[in-house]
């Protein structure tokens, strides 16, 4: 099947995936988020964690993820060394963050940040990765000053460069917004009106936007990631993917470890059919996702979301090799086939309960990455 495609993850929070989701988001942010991602400037630290994250992550079958690292600019390149040396395809954004009160020590200076980041995207790109690439990443709105924001517009905009950041993730982090920016009539503008909302834009959550919003989306060729099992498990919100999607917004599917306690995309999958059962079961919308149209999202839409549907997604003719080769009767598979099982009875089977045990090979532009070589 075709590799999956993570349009959110965070990597420095992969040392806690599966602890802390107790708090919302952001005195999430504050308790252990923050004071986590500020022990990143120590390398060796840095770089325990990102190798078990590409190694965890290409292992589930993430052929290709969209990474936010840290401020500190030498850990993030090193993230995207890690990510070469596995052969994952990547995007690796440096966060940039010039205000956070709540804990002073994890911030730069507005010139500091900006300076970095063209530092970041410059040694990055002189590496010459063949699948590695920079990604501009204001960590979001609260996070940032106006002149910020702007700066990585320009920066963005000079360089051609992706965009990825959140919107509208939860209702108090929207009012912060408000507050902090009321010159903005949303959220989506204040993006927008800083050159950050284009058609190489990845915005995380938008579990609020108005239809106004959406329409703008559209508009700028944006695109949203939902993170289903961060929503839930901070309780942020539930996206509305039918909404999304009937305002002809590009969407896939993030992990968003580690508000997301799990790594792997087909928790993804899995957590996108269960928001969207709630939202039938709140007699919010009248028709749900299907498993083929989650699975979707999870492989093609996210190559759209990145805009590398003309290089992966599906096995068109032409494009590059990023493949699992899924073995359903693994010794220790964590389901059973039966003889009456079709095709479709065992793909749904794997797509629901499957995991690593039965992803036995993975390729990325044709090469074989997992079993990992001795050479990683």
């Given amino acids: 099947m075709p590799g999956m495609v993570d349009t ?5 929070q992969y040392s806690f995936a599966g602890t802390r989701v107790d708090l919302p988001l952001l005195q999430w942010l504050t308790t252990y988020t923050f004071p986590t991602e500020a022990k990143y400037k120590d390398s060796d630290f840095a770089e325990e964690v990102y190798t078990r994250v590409v190694r965890r992550t290409l292992k589930n079958g993430t052929t290709t993820a969209c990474y936010f690292a840290t401020i500190h600019t030498d850990t993030s390149l090193l993230l995207a060394e890690i990510i070469d040396k596995f052969g994952q395809r990547a995007f690796v954004g440096k966060v940039c963050m010039d205000m956070n009160d709540s804990v002073p020590q994890y911030k730069e200076t507005t010139e500091d940040s900006v300076q970095e980041t063209e530092r970041f995207v410059i040694e990055l790109l002189e590496k010459k990765y063949p699948r590695v690439q920079p990604v501009i990443t204001p960590r979001f709105g609260p996070s940032c000053t106006e002149g910020l924001l702007c700066a990585l517009g320009n920066l963005a905009q000079a360089r051609d460069l992706h965009v990825q950041s959140h919107i509208s993730e939860n209702e108090e982090e929207l009012k912060l917004v408000e507050n902090m920016f009321p010159a903005y009539q949303n959220y989506t503008e ?10 190489k834009t990845m915005m995380a959550h938008a579990c609020y936007l108005s239809e106004e919003e959406l329409k703008l989306f559209s508009l700028r060729g944006a695109a949203i990631s939902h993170c289903p099992n961060s929503n839930f498990s901070l309780r942020s919100g539930v996206l509305n ?20 306690y799990s790594a792997s995309m087909l928790d993804a999958i899995r957590k996108a059919m269960m928001a969207s059962n709630s939202l039938q079961v709140n007699k919010v ?14 492989t093609l839409g996210g190559s759209q979301a990145l805009g590398l549907d003309d290089v992966i997604g599906n096995f068109e003719v032409g494009k590059e090799f990023d493949a699992l080769l899924i073995n359903t009767k693994a010794s220790d598979s964590p ?21 690593d045990r039965n992803i036995s090979e993975v390729y990325v532009a044709g090469k074989q990455v997992v079993p990992f070589s001795s050479s990683v």
């Fill in 335 to 355: 389901f059973d086939l039966f003889s009456a099982d079709n095709f479709e009875d065992t793909l749904q089977k794997f797509l629901y309960l499957g995991d």
């Fill in 190 to 199: 204040l993006y927008d009106k800083n050159k950050l909302l284009t058609s």
């Fill in 285 to 298: 919308n009248e028709t749900g996702l299907t498993l083929e149209e989650a699975f979707q999202l999870a």
């Fill in 8 to 12: 959110h993850i965070h990597a420095p």
């Fill in 241 to 260: 993917v039918q909404k999304v999607l009937k305002n002809n917004v590009k969407l896939g599917l993030g992990t968003d470890v580690a508000g997301g």
